[in-house]
């Protein structure tokens, strides 16, 4: 079974609103990502966790606010975003090391109001 | 910082011919991934690459590694329609000999195939 689950699959939310996308995985894989990708773009990074600690931060807003609470499950939470904040959000885990696949869950289409 | 690039960016086929897409990157790393997404859909992994002179087939579809010429290239046999998509490569990258699951993108290419 290769699947990351990702809910919820589309999110409406005001410039006001705090809310939350949800990542799940049951590979055991220990490496899980964030990645944000915009209309007819190609994903960016945004975190790495890495045995459920945050490895990487590429200078996301703190409005974005991940959470690892075990190896299985992935947050990001999401407090005062903009309108161009709205994006395709996509959930990733791999094995832990290098050259490993990358599997991506279906995302979350957040749209900002 | 890391560029990764990818021509075309717009391909169109006719079934049954063959192309290749190429996929240039600007930093030291033997780790490059290939995949595909439909509209409104999830990335779909094909190939992950790992070393130099790396190549892996599916199918349609054969990809390659040049880490020495820093480029993938993705080749197209025979084309149908069930290929049109989009194909993006990714690059991770080895900092300090070490690499992270960092993937940085290339632009994408869209890749219409028809009758």
């Known amino acids: 079974d290769t699947e990351v689950t990702q809910t919820p699959k589309h999110l409406v939310m005001g410039m006001t609103n705090k809310k939350s996308l949800k990542c799940e995985q049951h590979m055991g894989h220990r490496a899980m990502y964030w990645y944000k990708q915009k209309a007819k773009k190609p994903p960016e990074l945004m975190f790495v966790?890495?045995?459920?600690?945050?490895?990487i931060n590429e200078s996301v807003p703190s409005r974005f606010s991940p959470e690892c609470p075990n190896s299985s499950l992935l947050n990001l939470h999401l407090h005062a975003l903009q309108p161009e904040d709205s994006a395709l959000y996509l959930c990733?885990?791999?094995?832990?090391?290098?050259?490993?696949?990358?599997?991506f869950g279906e995302g979350s289409w957040l749209t900002v109001v | 910082e890391l560029k990764v690039e990818q021509n075309p960016l717009f391909l169109s086929m006719q079934e049954g011919k063959n192309y290749t897409i190429y996929c240039n990157y600007s930093t030291t790393s033997d780790r490059l991934y290939w995949y595909r997404q439909d509209p409104g859909k999830s990335l779909e992994s094909l190939f992950v690459l790992l070393s130099n002179g790396a190549v892996k087939q599916e199918g349609r579809l054969m990809a390659s590694l040049d880490t020495k010429a820093r480029l993938s290239t993705l080749h197209i046999t025979a084309a149908v329609h069930d290929l049109s998509a989009t194909y993006f490569c990714a690059v991770d990258p080895l900092t300090g000999g070490t690499s992270y699951g960092k993937l940085t993108f290339g632009q994408g290419t869209i890749l219409t195939v028809h009758p």
């Open positions: 990733a885990s791999s094995h832990q090391g290098a050259g490993n696949t990358i599997y």
């Open positions: 966790y890495s045995y459920e600690k945050l490895s």
